[in-house]
């Protein structure tokens, strides 16, 4: 049966979160799918971004780090995002950049590895892992000798297999086409090969239902600016098994890391715990709106939390892809996210042949903020990408971005000059 707008305002209306829209900033006339990329502001951030700088900087100078807390900042963050990836406290920091702090954790598990069982020296990850996780392993490898394989999905239970198969490195959910490991099951068939496990969350905090706890995972990363809104080059954060933390250094092992940094001692003595995955100095304004960010995804946490946000990112993602094979068919599309729920993270992905990148660009001009991820030439196509984030997006919003992705390829539009024109970021 035809889903209707009108279907979709009565959605809107009995929805249990929509009063979750109003801690956000999203501008009039526009769809904003493209939260898995950039996160929208939440309201709270220019004040508080404000405070920290007017304020803590401005008037209070360095007195700050003790008094308004500074110095505890990325732990205090870390705590809070620990509550949407089922982490204990004390055992995430918000730090530095995923890419940072997976070199961090790769190099420690590399380290733990070679210690526990030795003789292994292989990283496998997925070909299709975002491109940054593949060049901080390779570069690793090319350093300390070791080897990356890239595989696909499918070819993972294989691989574990492998006797010199040291670590898998995954990103949880794909950014590419959207598609979800089942984390406990993975990482519970790599622990069975003797194999650490490295997640890469940054399509997941915030998005999905995370349980590193429950999983046992050894290590993960995540981002701060996607579905946790902490704004642009948000700092990121890092998570290790408790198990883990003690065992060894992480090779950044800057005075922040340290026992007593403000020993200045010429030794290093690394904290324990969690507070070692830290380098340098911490970027405050930057924590302060990573802060905001997390807090509007923890506001639904009397609503049902994760739990809720699933069950209604889900619906947004069902709709999409219904309403799309209704009203988009015989247009080239299909469909790349997996349909099955437990497969699917927050976002649908749709590959088209021809025009992938001037599609994206009309429905930009319209108002409908999604983007493009280039094909690689191997086997994966180009893709439109459209991320749900339940916090803002509502039910009609997807009627109409629907409804102009229809028009954008029924007129033609998107054959216009001006959408072929390549952008700088994508
Ligand atoms: C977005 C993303 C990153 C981003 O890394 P930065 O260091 O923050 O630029 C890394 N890995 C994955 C899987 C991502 O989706």
């Given amino acids: 049966m035809t889903t209707t707008q009108q279907d979709c305002r009565a959605l809107d209306a009995q929805d249990p979160l929509r009063a979750l829209r109003d801690l956000f900033d999203v501008p009039a006339n526009t769809i904003y799918l493209d939260g898995n990329s950039l996160g929208a502001m939440p309201r709270s951030a220019p004040a508080r971004v404000a405070e920290v700088v007017t304020t803590e900087w401005g008037r209070d100078l360095i007195r700050s780090w003790n008094s308004a807390g500074w110095f505890e900042m990325p732990r205090k963050v870390g705590d809070l995002i620990a509550r949407l990836i089922g982490a204990e406290p004390g055992t995430t920091i918000a730090t530095d950049s995923t890419s940072v702090n997976l070199f961090k954790a790769l190099s420690a598990a590399l380290r733990i590895s070679a210690e526990t ?40 239970a294989e691989a574990l ?42 399509h997941s905090a915030g998005a999905v239902p995370v349980d590193l706890t429950g999983a046992d995972a050894d290590f993960a990363v995540g981002c701060g600016y ?17 198990k883990h933390a003690d065992r060894c250094w992480q090779p950044l092992a800057g005075w922040w890391g340290h026992d007593k940094p403000f020993a200045f001692t010429p030794d290093y003595q690394p904290a324990a715990g969690i507070v070692r995955y830290q380098c340098g100095t911490q970027p405050m304004i930057s924590l302060a709106a990573l802060e ?14 994760m739990a809720a946000l699933r069950r209604k990112s889900l619906a947004l993602t069902d709709l999409f892809i219904a309403l799309v094979e209704e009203r988009c068919a015989g247009h080239g599309l299909s469909l790349v996210t997996p349909r099955e729920h437990t497969r699917r993270g927050s976002q649908v ?13 009309a429905l930009i001009a319209r108002g409908v903020i999604g983007d493009y991820r280039a094909g690689d030439g191997a086997g994966h196509p180009d893709i439109l990408r459209f991320g749900f984030t339940p916090l803002y997006v509502g039910f009609e919003d997807v009627w109409n971005a629907v409804e102009h992705l229809c028009q954008v390829l029924e007129t033609g539009e998107w054959q216009g000059a001006a959408f072929q024109r390549q952008h700088a970021v994508t």
């Fill in 117 to 156: 069982k030795p003789g292994r020296w292989r990283i496998v990850s997925e070909r299709s892992n975002f491109p940054t996780d593949l060049y901080i392993a390779e570069a690793l490898c090319k350093d300390k000798g070791w080897e990356l394989v890239l595989v696909e999905p499918h070819e993972i």
């Fill in 161 to 202: 297999k492998d006797e010199k198969l040291a670590i898998l490195m995954l990103t949880h959910v794909n950014y590419r086409t959207g598609a979800m490991h089942d984390m406990a099951a993975v990482t519970q068939a790599a622990h069975e090969a003797g194999v650490l496990v490295v997640w890469d969350l940054a």
């Fill in 226 to 242: 996607k579905y946790l809104n902490g704004g642009p080059g948000a700092p990121a954060f890092v998570w290790v098994n408790p």
């Fill in 292 to 305: 905001c960010g997390v807090q509007s995804v923890l506001a639904a946490e009397p609503l049902g939390g």
């Fill in 349 to 361: 992905c749709l590959s088209k042949t021809e025009g992938a990148y001037a599609i994206v660009q």
